[in-house]
């Protein structure tokens, strides 16, 4: 299928980390933040590709990966308060609590909404002064 085989040739692949290495003179490190990149990345075998002076290593992990579904309840309990507007990123009203997800919850009359940025949260929590925005 195209646009997925042009990004598994491994002979690309190989002629990139080479130019890399030629390339690389500083000593560097990248932090993978999704447990996913990193997942891919070893099954690749891109560390290992990279010349020594790139060094890989593990992030905190994104949210929708590191998220409880004990957090995504208490989430969705903090939203469907009268007083609370809990503001989240977009891809974290899909990650499951025990019974439902953030979207669900919205569905069915939560306050929850998605933000863009912090500076969105922040935005929206001075423009409703009488509510607590949650982010």
């Known amino acids: 299928m195209r646009y997925i085989t042009e990004f598994r040739d491994g ?23 999704c447990g996913g990149h990193t997942i891919t990345l070893v099954k690749y ?3 290992e590709m990279l010349p020594p002076t790139i060094e890989m290593l593990s992030g905190p992990g994104c949210p929708v990966c590191v998220t409880s579904k004990a957090e995504v309840d208490a989430a969705i309990s903090l ?13 974290m009203l899909r990650v499951p609590g025990a019974r439902r997800s953030l979207m669900g919850a919205k569905a069915e009359g939560a306050d929850v909404r998605v933000v863009y940025s912090p500076d ?16």
Do not use: H, Y
């Open 45 to 47: 075998g891109i560390p």
């Open 11 to 33: 002979g690309t692949a190989r002629r990139i980390c080479a130019q890399i290495a030629a390339e690389s003179k500083k000593k560097i490190r990248i932090m993978e933040f």
């Open 120 to 135: 969105d949260a922040v935005r929206m929590a001075l423009e409703n002064k009488g509510r607590k925005i949650i982010f």
């Open 79 to 91: 939203a469907e308060r009268g007083d609370v507007t809990l503001v989240s990123f977009g891809d």
